[in-house]
């Protein structure tokens, strides 16, 4: 199995950054993609940016394009997500997620609030 804590969340107004953290323990050698996704209440929970093990490629969300990026470190197991020019509508939960080679599932952490003041 693969554990995900995240952490870095918090409060911040328009136009501000913030950085989210998400160390992977466990199976971590069996991760071939490591992302974000959020949620925000009574929406879906939908993808914000991933990154691939291997390759280091990435995708993001159109809406996110230009003011968030990923990136990782494959020898702490961590992914990190750096939040710039936040706007209201960038609240959310945000989740980390794990896809690995091993399971046939996701992994996925607690979730991590994000709140942006106008």
């Known amino acids: 199995q693969v554990q995900l804590v995240e952490s870095g969340g918090g409060l911040v107004q328009a136009g501000g950054s913030l950085r989210l953290s998400c160390a992977a323990s466990?199976?971590?050698?069996?991760?071939?993609?490591m992302g974000w996704y959020r949620q925000a209440p009574g929406k879906q929970r939908d993808l914000v940016a991933v990154i691939s093990s291997g390759s280091g490629s990435t995708n993001y969300a159109d809406s996110v394009k230009g003011r968030f990026t990923i990136s990782r470190d494959n020898v702490k197991n961590t992914v990190i997500l750096q939040m710039n020019s936040l706007k209201p509508e960038d609240a959310a939960v945000y989740y980390c997620y794990a896809q690995s080679s091993m399971y046939s599932k996701d992994f996925w952490g607690r979730g991590i609030q994000v709140t942006v003041s106008s």
């Open positions: 466990g199976a971590t050698f069996s991760i071939v993609a």
